[in-house]
Nanobody, 122 residues
């Protein structure tokens, strides 16, 4: 089992920044890839970004150039730096862990955190 805990969400004005953190514990060797997803009411959970080996990264087109995913292996922590935030970025953001190969679908991930709310005001 892998336990994931997100933190760092909050309220920010459009154009502002937030950094989300995801702390992994348990059988972290099962977390070959780490990803971030977001969910808004009435919509599906959508892929945001993923990282492998603390260096190989993937981004959804909607956040490319604005969001940056990174990791600190010594701390078992994955980060999502969010800049130039827009109201449409408002969502609950979830951290997830999956096995190889990397997936952009929620079905490709085995473990999930509880989520952290990000609200961007206009």
């Amino acid at each position: 089992q892998v336990h994931l805990v997100e933190s760092g969400g909050g309220l920010v004005q459009a154009g502002g920044s937030l950094r989300l953190s995801c702390l992994a514990s348990g059988q972290t060797e099962s977390a070959n890839y780490m990803g971030w997803f977001r969910h808004t009411p009435g919509q599906e959970r959508t892929f945001i970004a993923a990282i492998h080996d603390e260096s190989v990264t993937y981004y959804a087109d909607s956040v490319k150039g604005r969001f940056t995913i990174s990791s600190d292996g010594a701390k078992n922590t994955v980060y999502l730096q969010m800049n130039s935030l827009k109201p449409e970025d408002t969502a609950v953001y979830f951290c997830a862990a999956g096995q190889l190969p990397i997936s952009t679908s929620p079905l490709g991930y085995d473990y999930w955190g509880q989520g952290t709310q990000v609200t961007v005001s206009s």
